[in-house]
T-cell receptor, first 107, second 115 residues
Framework: AQRVTQPEKLLSVFKGAPVELKCNYSYSGSPELFWYVQYSRQRLQLLLRHISRESIKGFTADLNKGETSFHLKKPFAQEEDSAMYYCALSRGSRLTFGEGTQLTVNP | DGGITQSPKYLFRKEGQNVTLSCEQNLNHDAMYWYRQDPGQGLRLIYYSQIVNDFQKGDIAEGYSVSREKKESFPLTVTSAQKNPTAFYLC??????????????FGEGSRLTVL
């Protein structure tokens, strides 16, 4: 079965510290993976997708097929990064989301 | 102002009543989705539609029904058969109706509380 797992429900770091949000997946085909973010009082929105290999707001995510992971990283966290982050896996015409990780960046 | 509009934002319902949540988009997107968001469980797919007059069950379709009579509209009915309907409901759309390789655009959500 295809699944997305985010093992940390809550993650708290200090401003300027590195942050890594973990995402593991199980999928029999070639995965298409995404990170979505929901800031307080805003809509859920796409942060980045693995196929683009891009850095958005200082965040990057590398697909590791050997470890079936797609962890989201940022070297220096900022207070405005505080939000709920969801990892998502494309299964054909549908998107499966993980449980989400609430990131808090403390001053 | 383009985007996805969900209404109502807040809704209260008595047990045993059906309720319909509205979702409208003016993005000319083919595909539309309904998700349920619960704390600690992330987003779970209820129904999705790739094209007008067609829709498929998601992972938790029991107790819900949908219709897709127009490209821009995808209403969700929460029926009295849904055992735990109190939740936050999110509607989304995407350009492509095949593989989801593109972005999903989300509405602001509707919070349903069953009294």
């Amino acid at each position: 079965a295809q699944r997305v797992t985010q093992p940390e429900k809550l993650l708290s770091v200090f401003k300027g510290a590195p942050v890594e949000l973990k995402c593991n997946y199980s999928y029999s085909g070639s995965p298409e993976l995404f990170w979505y973010v929901q800031y307080s009082r805003q809509r859920l929105q796409l942060l980045l997708r693995h196929i683009s290999r891009e850095s958005i707001k200082g965040f990057t995510a590398d697909l590791n097929k050997g470890e079936t992971s797609f962890h989201l990283k940022k070297p220096f966290a900022q207070e405005e990064d505080s939000a709920m982050y969801y990892c998502a896996l494309s299964r054909g015409s549908r998107l499966t989301f993980g449980e989400g990780t609430q990131l808090t960046v403390n001053p | 102002d383009g985007g996805i509009t969900q209404s109502p934002k807040y809704l209260f319902r008595k047990e045993g009543q059906n309720v319909t949540l509205s979702c409208e988009q003016n993005l000319n997107h083919d595909a539309m989705y309904w998700y349920r968001q619960d704390p600690g469980q992330g987003l779970r797919l209820i129904y999705y539609s790739q094209i007008v007059n067609d829709f498929q069950k998601g992972d938790i379709a029991e107790g819900y029904s949908v219709s897709r009579e127009k490209k821009e509209s995808f209403p969700l009915t929460v029926t009295s058969a849904q055992k735990n309907p109190t939740a936050f409901y999110l509607c989304a759309s995407s350009i492509s109706s095949g593989m989801v390789t593109g972005e999903l655009f989300f509405g602001e959500g509707s919070r349903l509380t069953v009294l």
